[in-house]
């Protein structure tokens, strides 16, 4: 049987550039499909390991509510980009690479994921910014590079 993981996420996800990432980072992952299909994660043998579908943006708050229950859907701002992983069933190696997946899709662009995600946190990429901004996430003139301005400090 699956095991499905929702990733609710503040800006419209480049699916592409995070499964990329992770075979960056050391995943081996084949990545196949992509829209209008569902994107497909394979391992190094040719066996399907994850399936992502297109994300889905959800303006109301009940609609999350009715699907993922009233109680996540508390900690959960709309609009959000909704991410359905599935992971395949009898593949021991699926589930961790689905929750890797989700994980750094929350991380990267902000939100939370379903069924046990963190409360809804911030985009921790510049490249995440509002749409409505027009600098692109680059700091305005006279504003500091980095909130408080300091890095690491």
């Known amino acids: 049987m699956s095991q499905d993981l929702i990733a609710l996420v503040r800006r419209r996800p480049d699916v592409h550039a995070v499964a990329d990432g992770l075979v960056a980072m050391g995943e081996p992952l084949e990545l196949r499909g992509g829209e209008p299909e569902a994107t497909r994660l394979y391992d190094g043998d040719g066996r399907l390991l994850v399936s992502i579908e297109d994300p889905v943006q959800v303006t109301l708050q009940s609609e999350i509510a ?10 959960v701002g709309t609009p959000v980009w909704w991410v359905e992983v599935r992971a395949v069933g009898d593949m021991p190696d699926a589930i961790r690479v689905a929750r890797r997946f989700t994980d750094a899709l929350v991380h990267y662009v902000g939100g939370t994921s379903f069924p046990d995600g963190r409360p809804d946190v911030p985009a921790l990429s510049w490249r995440a910014s509002d749409a409505s901004d027009r600098s692109g996430g680059l700091p305005g003139p006279g504003e500091p590079p980095v909130p408080g301005g300091v890095i690491g400090g």
């Open 66 to 75: 009715r699907l993922l229950g009233p109680e996540f859907a508390s900690r």
